[in-house]
């Protein structure tokens, strides 16, 4: 993804040319790309005077233009995204990206990494909507504040060394033109020594690549067995502080000997290459021993941000807290069992753990009696709604129960929890909880798993957590929610 070149160009209507470049770049290296992706297809660059009688033709904002010409105004030409082809010199130069705002043409031509011969479908090039992101970018540092023409030359006096850090070779790094000037400004006042033009700025402190796995458990229990979902999604958060232009960096992710393989995989687009049997796993398909187990292997150049490497999903055979939710319902009393059972394999430390139980379409709690073999309950009685705070830690037989009682007062429907689906016994218990250092299905990658191409030796720091999300226990008692089970998960 990369632009050929970049103008700058203040309609100026009354005058001989009706308009005037203010700021063009070329670039040579991404010129010379173009003459063999583009191969017998290939038309060069014009200069600055044909390219902009050329183009103020095509947006119809030449004083002599105003009459209907089929060439360029027939209902077969209708344009609806920006994209231009300029007829120059006896060939027609596509695709150029340009609109007019604030009374400046802003313009560049990205490249095409084919032949123009068909012409390719625009959402097949990438570089298009890269160059609508360094025009807006352009634009919101040029009118960042109230236009003033001083102001409006200074920014554009500007630009060719801001381009040079944002835009280095054509490729946009950066479109936020602002944080470019504040590199250059701290690169004056703090640093004297020469610095490369197109670094994105002096880093302070160490140099470091942090990334964590983090595990979305999603479970729906219920008693009958066509009821009944379990899976995981992944996200592996990363941020990489490097020197350089355009650091390398591979993340690898390993599973245990049994371990579900990773499915539905989705990467951030500044991934360069995957292994085809990573994108081709889904969770639609049926599982089977020929699966791609990994490792899974991610090389990337990061952005400057951080970001969401990629999602992933995994399908769990058990859910890491088994459950049983019963209530019955007497007048006013609902009389309420709860069992939970922490499975073998799962770790016995978490960040924190809750059960919520809300009872809806129900007055307010005015009397409960419990009994908790584990934790301490809260009772929030304006909400309708119990917290069974479980703690850090399941005792050593790895099983808690609560059962009590809960009378509630007159309903109130402004105040009181309403809901369309738990009507009734219709009812459920759901689980809060974080395990850190921890994933359901063993999926890990540590300091040895990451490798970094850039200049000295940053620190490396993985980190992983399981928490839960739409983790549900549902009344064992009443009729399976099956509308409300498809919305949630």
Avoid at 161 to 169: E, G, K, S, T, Y
Avoid at 187 to 214: D, M, R, Y
Avoid at 449 to 464: D, L, Y
Wanted: proline share 6%.
């Amino acid at each position: 993804m990369a632009q050929r070149a970049v103008w700058l160009i203040s309609h100026e209507p009354g005058t001989p040319l009706c308009g005037t470049v203010r700021f063009s770049r070329r670039y040579p290296t991404v010129e010379k790309r173009a003459k063999v992706f583009n191969g017998t297809s290939y038309v060069p660059i014009p200069e600055d005077g044909p390219f902009l009688k050329s183009l103020l033709f095509e947006l119809r904002l030449l004083d002599e233009d105003k009459d209907f010409m089929e060439s360029r105004d027939s209902c077969s030409r209708i344009n609806k995204t920006s994209v231009y082809g300029l007829k120059v010199g006896g060939e027609e130069l596509w695709p150029v990206v340009a609109f007019l705002k604030n009374g400046i043409v802003y313009a560049c031509v990205p490249l095409v990494e084919q032949t123009l011969s068909p012409r390719p479908a625009l959402i097949s090039i990438s570089a298009i909507s890269q160059g609508f992101e360094l025009l807006f970018g352009i634009q919101d540092f040029l009118y960042s504040s109230q236009k003033i023409d001083t102001e409006l030359n200074t920014k554009l006096s500007q630009l060719p060394d801001l381009l040079l850090q944002a835009c280095p070779f054509g490729t946009l790094l950066d479109a936020n033109l602002q944080n470019s000037l504040d590199s250059i400004i701290l690169l004056l006042v703090a640093l004297p020594q020469n610095v490369t033009a197109w670094a994105k700025g002096h880093l302070k402190g160490l140099q470091e690549v942090s990334h964590e796995i983090t595990e979305t458990k999603f479970s729906m229990k219920w008693k009958t067995k066509d009821v009944k979902k379990n899976w995981s999604v992944k996200l592996i958060s990363c941020r990489c502080d490097l020197e350089g232009i355009m650091p390398n960096v591979t993340i690898s992710l390993s599973l245990p000997t049994n371990g579900s393989p990773l499915q539905d995989i989705l990467v951030h687009p500044c991934v360069t290459s995957l292994d085809s049997a990573i994108l081709t796993s889904s969770s639609i398909d049926t599982m089977d021993d020929s699966a791609f187990s990994g490792p899974y292997k991610f090389p990337f150049t990061p952005p400057l941000e951080s970001f969401n490497l990629c999602y992933y999903t995994s399908q769990v055979p058990v859910p890491p807290i088994l459950g049983f939710y019963q209530i019955k319902e007497e007048e006013v009393q609902l009389k309420i069992t709860v069992n939970l059972k922490l499975h073998e394999s799962v770790k016995n430390n978490f960040e924190f753990c809750e059960a919520h139980i809300p009872f809806y379409n129900r007055g307010p709690i005015t009397h409960v009696e419990y009994k908790v073999s584990f934790g301490q309950l809260e009772v929030f009685r304006e909400k309708s709604l119990l917290i069974w705070i479980i703690g850090q830690k399941f005792p050593k037989s790895m099983e808690i129960s609560l059962s009590g009682t809960v009378t509630f007062g007159a309903k109130s429907h402004d105040k009181q929890p309403f809901d369309h689906i738990c009507i009734g016994s219709t009812a459920y218990l759901k689980l809060h909880f974080r395990i850190l250092d921890y994933t359901l299905t063993g999926c890990y990658s540590d300091q040895h798993s990451v490798q970094v191409f850039a200049s000295g030796k940053p620190k490396i720091s993985t980190h992983r957590k399981l928490i839960s999300s739409d983790y549900y226990i549902w009344n064992s008692k009443a009729p399976a929610p099956v509308t409300y089970g498809s919305l949630l998960l």
